[in-house]
Every structure is written in structure tokens, then in C-alpha cells.
């Protein structure tokens, strides 16, 4: 009834969580030799070069599995365009000047043009062009993430937004995840430490504060740490190879902000108050659609 649905509005609001800042939106760095397999040799948003190395493995594991992929048969022409519409979603050009990041990927449409009718399939599963950012927009333009009808992670709480540049990253992931499920059971996990783990990644990725101006997130070394213990040794190694725990903020140095749940991703052990109903969010990062390349090749 009203009453009953009035009342749970009222917890929703009062229910917070623990999130750390990654720094302020309109910060741009420069890729010194990180971005070498791309051939960035321009500025970046500060948090793409903090996932830089994650983002190089992303590109290069893409790159090798259409390659080394019997089954496609992709020719050189088909491997350049895939190295360079990925490259170019990944790692945007920052301008710090006029506060802007730059997609070049006007042509995507045509990307795959040259690859194989199964590695074009599988590939526009992860890179879905119609809503892929094109040209300049401002590094703070903050946005509802999309509806992408995901089909492994939970939807996003309410009032979360997040940098335009990365609106792609749920899809990404969410289209691997099943395969990372099937790994991580494959090996002997316990199915509820498995679904810890898949909840992490679901909710891990950076997320816009309310007044535009600074990135959150509400993951933690610890709490990336501690939640990985629960796996198999060998399994833990393959995931630690590709969710790198020491690029989340340290809880115990990083000034702390209190905000409401419902304007957050928030992982299974972020720090809360009051109650929440729900794990919230979707959006993850690369993570799992780079542990999927890369355990596929192997």
C-alpha cells in the first residue's frame, strides 16, 4: 500500500555508504609509455590511465583471441581494424583545456568490416556502435547509465550517474560474465564465494558524484582482497592477474564520503548505514571480459 511503499522510500533515503574518490572528473594525465601497444601519445582521463594496464591487457587479449582463433580465420586487415576500434574506446583523448575527452570512432559502423562473419558476431556483442560516444563532449557530462537489458548483473540504483566515456563498460562485462562464472565453477569454488565475486565485479566501476565533480567508487583495496580469498589458489591466481585490488582507493588513507546508497554501485562489503534492499548497481569494468579472453586462449 502507499503507506508501506512511502515507508521504504523514506529507509531508501536514509540508507548510506562509504565511497573514496578516484579525484576530480576534469583531470586529464599524460600515458608516458603505458598506451605504447595503442600508440597513445596524448592525454587521457586520470582514470583511464589508472586502468591503463587493465585496458592494454583488454586490447591485446581481444586482439590474440580473434587471431589465434581457428575458427575465425581473421585476416591481418580484420586484426588492425579490431586493435584500433578497441584502442580507441578505451583510452579517449582528454583535453584539459576546454574540459573535453574525444572518441575517435566515427567509423565504427565499418570496423569489422574485414573480419569474418563469426568474429563479427561475437565482437559486436562487446562494442555495440549506436550507442558508442562519438566525437567531444565535456570530461564532467555525467549520465544514467543506459538500458542495456543486462543479463547477469542487477540493475543500477536510481540515482546513479556516471562519465559518458564510460557508458560502454557494463555491456562489456555483462556479455563475459557468464563465461568467468563457468571458469570460477569449473575449478571447485564454492558457489556463494563465486557469486560474492561476480557481485564485486558487477559493482566495482567508478561512478559520478551528485554535483558533477569528483569520481567515486565504493570499492576498497581490503574489500578486493578479503573477497577474493574465499577461491580455489589457482583461481585466485587467474583472476588477481586481471582484477589488479591495488587500483581501488586505500580505506585506510582516503577521506571518506558518506552518500546515499541509491546514488552508488555498491560492492558486497562497501561500509553502510541505515538499510538498503539491494546490492543496487550494475556497471562493471573490464575485468571479467578480459579474464574471459584470456583464460579462452589459453
Known amino acids: 500500500d502507499s503507506h508501506t511503499s512511502s515507508e521504504v522510500l523514506e529507509r531508501l533515503k536514509r540508507a548510506s555508504?562509504?565511497?573514496?574518490?578516484?579525484?576530480?572528473?576534469?583531470?586529464?594525465?599524460?600515458?608516458?609509455?603505458?598506451?605504447?601497444?595503442?600508440?597513445?601519445?596524448?592525454?587521457?582521463?586520470?582514470?583511464?590511465?589508472?586502468?591503463?594496464?587493465?585496458?592494454?591487457?583488454?586490447?591485446?587479449?581481444?586482439?590474440?583471441?580473434?587471431?589465434?582463433?581457428?575458427?575465425?580465420?581473421?585476416?591481418?586487415?580484420?586484426?588492425?581494424?579490431?586493435?584500433?576500434?578497441?584502442?580507441?574506446?578505451?583510452?579517449?583523448?582528454?583535453?584539459?583545456?576546454?574540459?573535453?575527452?574525444?572518441?575517435?570512432?566515427?567509423?565504427?559502423?565499418?570496423?569489422?568490416?574485414?573480419?569474418?562473419?563469426?568474429?563479427?558476431?561475437?565482437?559486436k556483442n562487446y562494442i555495440n556502435c549506436d550507442?558508442?560516444?562519438?566525437?567531444?563532449?565535456?570530461?564532467?557530462?555525467?549520465?544514467?547509465?543506459?538500458?542495456?537489458?543486462?543479463?547477469?548483473?542487477?540493475?543500477?540504483?536510481?540515482?546513479?550517474?556516471?562519465?559518458?566515456?564510460?557508458?560502454?563498460?557494463s555491456l562489456i562485462v555483462d556479455t563475459g560474465i557468464l563465461g568467468l562464472r563457468s571458469f570460477m565453477q569449473s575449478q571447485a569454488n564454492d558457489n556463494r564465494c563465486v557469486q560474492q565475486v561476480l557481485n564485486f565485479m558487477c559493482t566495482d566501476a567508478p561512478f559520478c558524484s551528485q554535483d558533477k565533480t569528483r569520481l567515486l567508487t565504493t570499492a576498497t583495496v581490503k574489500g578486493c582482497q578479503s573477497l577474493l580469498t574465499c577461491l580455489q589458489p589457482l583461481t585466485q591466481a587467474s583472476i588477481k592477474t586481471n582484477l589488479q585490488c591495488n587500483l581501488f582507493p586505500n580505506s585506510t588513507v582516503s577521506k571518506v564520503f558518506k552518500i546515499p546508497v541509491n546514488t552508488a554501485y555498491v560492492t558486497p562489503n562497501a561500509g553502510t548505514t541505515g538499510k538498503a534492499f539491494t546490492n543496487s548497481p550494475n556497471q562493471l569494468v573490464m575485468t571479467a571480459l578480459i579474464a574471459l579472453w584470456m583464460l579462452a586462449i589459453n
Open 131 to 169: 550507442l558508442l560516444p562519438k566525437g567531444a563532449f565535456k570530461l564532467n557530462d555525467c549520465i544514467k547509465p543506459p538500458n542495456f537489458n543486462l543479463k547477469n548483473c542487477p540493475k543500477a540504483a536510481s540515482n546513479v550517474l556516471i562519465p559518458k566515456y564510460l557508458l560502454m563498460n
Open 17 to 123: 555508504v562509504n565511497a573514496y574518490s578516484y579525484g576530480p572528473l576534469t583531470s586529464c594525465t599524460n600515458m608516458s609509455n603505458i598506451g605504447t601497444y595503442c600508440g597513445i601519445n596524448y592525454p587521457v582521463p586520470n582514470w583511464v590511465k589508472t586502468n591503463a594496464v587493465q585496458n592494454a591487457i583488454t586490447v591485446q587479449a581481444t586482439v590474440n583471441f580473434i587471431k589465434n582463433s581457428h575458427q575465425f580465420k581473421a585476416s591481418d586487415a580484420c586484426i588492425s581494424d579490431v586493435r584500433k576500434i578497441f584502442c580507441n574506446v578505451l583510452f579517449p583523448q582528454c583535453d584539459p583545456q576546454r574540459n573535453q575527452v574525444n572518441f575517435n570512432a566515427g567509423n565504427c559502423m565499418n570496423s569489422f568490416s574485414n573480419c569474418p562473419d563469426g568474429a563479427k558476431n561475437l565482437l
